[in-house]
C-alpha cells in the first residue's frame, strides 16, 4: 500500500527551524513582555481583585477553587470587559477616533463595580501612562492620552500605548490578559498560600481560558459587556470593610 503524509501546517516563525522575528517583530516583543511584566511597577502586587475576602469567606480555599474563581473572572467578568475595553482602544487610537477614544475610556472608567476596583484600575492606567511615557515614549502618544480627556484606566492605558507604538491587537491582547491572570495567581499564592509549582499549574490550566477570552473580547462589541462575577463583585465591596487586609483591594 502506498503511503503519503501531509505536509505539516506552517505554525509562524517558531515552527520554522532557524527562523528569526523582523526588527518590528523582536521590538513588539520586547515591548509587551516588559509592559505586562510583573517586574513593570503599575503596582499590580498591591491588589488582589477581591481574591483576599474570596479567601476569607472560605470561597478560595486551594489550587482548585482558585483556578475556578479564576476561570470565571476571566470568561463572565472583569477579564472580559476589560478585554473588551483594550480591543475598542486600541482600533480608536490606531484609526485615529478620538470621538471613539473617549466614549470608550469614560465608559471603560465608570464600568468599576466597587470603589476599590475603581482604584485599582484607575491607579494602574495612570501608572501604566506614567511610565510609558517616562520611558518609551513615541510620537502620537500624548495626542491619544489628551483626547481621552479623563482618567484612563488600565486596559484603556494599555490599548493607547500598544496602539500608539504600532503593536497589533491580537498579541498585545493575550499578554494583557496573561499578565491579569499572573497577577491574579500571585495574590492568590500569597493568600492562601499555594507554592510555586502549584501556582505554575493553575497558570497552565488557565492557558485556553485566556485564549478563548482572548477570541472572544477580540470579535466582541460594546452591546456584548456583561458581568456575571457576582460574588467576586461582591468580594471587592466587601474587602473594603475587611479587618486584616494585606491587599488595596
Known amino acids: 500500500m502506498l503511503m503519503t503524509t501531509s505536509k505539516p501546517a506552517d505554525r509562524g516563525p517558531l515552527a520554522r527551524p532557524g527562523a528569526t522575528l523582523s526588527a518590528d517583530e523582536a521590538a513588539a516583543l520586547y515591548r509587551l513582555m516588559t509592559w505586562l511584566s510583573p517586574a513593570f511597577p503599575v503596582g499590580a502586587f498591591s491588589y488582589s481583585s477581591g481574591i483576599e475576602w474570596a479567601v476569607e469567606a472560605g470561597d478560595i ?8 474563581w479564576l476561570s470565571s473572572m476571566l470568561e463572565d467578568g472583569p477579564g472580559f470587559c476589560d478585554g473588551v475595553f483594550l480591543a475598542y482602544t486600541h482600533r480608536a487610537a490606531t484609526s485615529s477616533d478620538d470621538a471613539m477614544l473617549r466614549e470608550v475610556a469614560e465608559l471603560a472608567a465608570a464600568f468599576a463595580p466597587s470603589r476599590e476596583r475603581h482604584l485599582e484600575t484607575a491607579s494602574q492606567g495612570r501608572a501604566f501612562i506614567d511610565i510609558a511615557r517616562a520611558a518609551w515614549n513615541c510620537d502620537g502618544l500624548d495626542r491619544l492620552v489628551a483626547a481621552c480627556n479623563g482618567a484612563i ?3 484603556v492605558a494599555a490599548g493607547i500605548v500598544s496602539a500608539a507604538h504600532a503593536i497589533p491587537l491580537a498579541p498585545t491582547m493575550h499578554a494583557f490578559l496573561h499578565a491579569l491572570t499572573s497577577n491574579w495567581i500571585s495574590a492568590g499564592a500569597r ?13 497552565a490550566a488557565l492557558e485556553p481560558i485566556v485564549a478563548a477570552t482572548a477570541k472572544r473580547t477580540i470579535g466582541a462589541a460594546l452591546d456584548d459587556l456583561g458581568s456575571a462575577t457576582f460574588r467576586a463583585d461582591l468580594s471587592s465591596m466587601r474587602h473594603e470593610t475587611q479587618y486584616t487586609r494585606l491587599f488595596r483591594s
Do not use: C, F, K, N
Not at 510555586?196 to 493553575?202: E, K, P
Open 153 to 155: 484606566v488600565y486596559p
Open 61 to 68: 480555599g486551594d489550587a482548585a477553587t482558585l483556578r475556578d
Open 191 to 203: 493568600l492562601i498560600p499555594l507554592g510555586q509549582t502549584d501556582s505554575q499549574r493553575a497558570l
